[in-house]
T-cell receptor, first 114, second 115 residues
């Protein structure tokens, strides 16, 4: 089955540690996205990537980093510089073709930093 | 600036009752509009989308939405709600010129269904 995989589902880290969240898709989509979700705030875009080896900052990129070395993978690193990292993180992808804009979402990773 | 407003944070309906979730947007061009649903602790699932053409669009799970340009609205409706419809619903608008298919999401409406 085609889809988006995020692992792990739950992640716990100590303050001051970097942590990397995995996102893999086998939909052959060009574009991939990372969102952060906090209660009552909807989804906020962290980073997005249209093609391999290219990515752009979203609205809340500070304290995060990404890489896009392969079309199917778009890992997100939450660094120690992120002041409030505890949140639900969602990865999404879209075909990227003109006129085809809906995004497909993974199941999410809940990160808790103490 | 582009934005999406979902005026209702929480809505409670009885099972079998009709439902309407409101969505208003601010966008400088012809919008592409989406409704997504999220069950607790899960990712988002696309319910329906509007790109052009007929302003009344049908989606999955018996949902429909109507695009009204004059009111900048894209309200989601269902004639008879089932207990399994309890979830959070997000309206989204896009894309943006040079924005790599970026979408802007509303803050969401949480739906509770009473038996």
């Amino acid at each position: 089955d085609g889809g988006i995989t995020q692992s792990p589902k739950y992640l716990f880290r100590k303050e001051g540690q970097n942590v990397t969240l995995s996102c893999e898709q086998n939909l052959n989509h060009d574009a991939m996205y990372w969102y952060r979700q906090d209660p009552g705030q909807g989804l906020r875009l962290i980073y997005y990537s249209q093609i391999v080896n290219d990515f752009q900052k979203g609205d809340i990129a500070e304290g995060y980093s990404v890489s896009r070395e392969k079309k199917e993978s778009f890992p997100l690193t939450v660094t120690s510089a992120q002041k409030n990292p505890t949140a639900f993180y969602l990865c999404a992808s879209s075909p990227g073709d003109r006129g085809y804009y809906e995004q497909y979402f993974g199941p999410g990773t809940r990160l808790t930093v103490t | 600036a582009q934005s999406v407003t979902q005026p209702d944070i929480h809505i409670t309906v009885s099972e079998g009752a009709s439902l309407e979730l409101r969505c208003n947007y601010s966008y400088g061009a012809t919008p592409y509009l989406f409704w997504y649903v999220q069950s607790p602790g899960q990712g988002l699932q696309l319910l329906l989308k509007y790109f052009s053409g007929d302003t009344l669009v049908q989606g999955i799970k018996g949902f429909e939405a109507e695009f009204k340009r004059s009111q900048s609205s894209f309200n989601l409706r269902k004639p008879s709600v089932h207990w399994s419809d309890a979830a959070e619903y997000f309206c989204a608008v896009g894309p943006f010129r040079g924005g790599y298919n970026k979408l802007i999401f509303g803050a969401g409406t949480r739906l509770a269904v009473h038996p």
